[in-house]
């Protein structure tokens, strides 16, 4: 037979298995939005290495000897490097250990999981994946914006904001086209470049904008405008990461929510 099989019959790692490592998505921030299966593994867990975006409340779901390390990475100098992350969970799973590697959001969404994943599987340790929900969902169900819509939006995309104002091989022509949703992760100090890039293809500079700021978390901020002001109101509100910068005209539909919504 042609092509690749996916081999459904290999057993697969449970909660609170020793020597095994699960890579667990652990939702954008409100503890409420983990999955019942990353809870499971968060409970069971004996080590959990975890991410900067990963709030305490989520690990306070893990038993009270369960190991954290915090991975966490933050801009302009790596709390600890990918390879010594990797090198960790190898090390951790052979001392016989219940590992939790987790993650904001989903792993497999801007988060190097697949790296870690080869990684691991490479060096014969038996890993799952367990999903999250991303931050452009979460953040869109808690600021009211439907991601696609009948009227609004056929197409979401995700785009690493990193990419914006580089040679990136992304079609912006292509991303300049009404009737679409784009949801830029990482898009803080790019803000600039993305919305030039997307009005200088044809992108009309009234398409209304929303930036979520903590999305999800009680300090979540809704800040609505357009994609021409769109720098401005990142500068002009101080916004600060984690943030994601969601683009169409689906965002003119977000609702009056009970946490603060400013429009400058
Ligand atoms: C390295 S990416 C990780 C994404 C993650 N794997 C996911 O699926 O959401 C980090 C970026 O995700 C976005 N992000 C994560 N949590 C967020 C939140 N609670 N509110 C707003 N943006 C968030 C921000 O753009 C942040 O810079």
């Keep these: ?105 989903d792993p497999f969404i801007f988060g190097r999981g697949s790296e870690e994943l080869d990684y691991l599987k490479r060096a014969g340790i038996a890993t799952r994946v367990v999903p999250g929900i991303t931050a452009a969902t979460g953040c869109a169900a808690a600021s009211g914006i439907p991601l696609t819509h009948r009227d609004h939006a056929a197409a979401v995309t995700f785009i690493s904001g990193h990419a914006a104002g580089t040679n990136d091989g992304l079609d912006w022509a292509g991303l300049a086209h009404g009737d679409q949703t784009l949801v830029f992760y990482m898009a803080l100090s790019t803000a600039g470049p993305t919305a030039r890039r997307l009005i200088a293809k044809g992108r009309d500079p009234a398409t209304p904008v929303a930036i979520v700021e903590n999305g999800t978390l009680p300090t979540q901020r809704t800040i609505l405008g357009t994609l021409g002001e769109l720098e401005y109101l990142v500068h002009a509100n101080a916004v600060s990461a984690p943030a994601l910068v969601i683009i169409g005209t689906v965002a003119a539909l977000a609702s009056a929510m009970p946490r603060e919504a400013i429009a400058v």
């Design 1 to 105: 037979m042609d092509g690749m099989q996916f081999d459904a019959t290999r057993r697969t790692v449970t909660p609170g298995e020793r020597g095994a490592v699960a890579i667990v998505g652990a939702g954008p921030g409100d503890p409420e939005l983990l999955t019942l299966r990353a809870l499971a593994f968060v409970q069971r867990a004996d080590v959990i290495v975890y991410d900067r975006l990963v709030g305490s409340a989520i690990l306070d779901f893990a038993p009270d000897n369960c190991r954290r390390i915090d991975a966490g990475k933050r801009k302009g100098g790596a709390v600890m490097t990918q390879t010594a992350i990797n090198a960790l969970l190898v090390r951790q799973a052979r001392l016989g250990r219940a590992v939790v590697r987790l993650k904001g959001g």
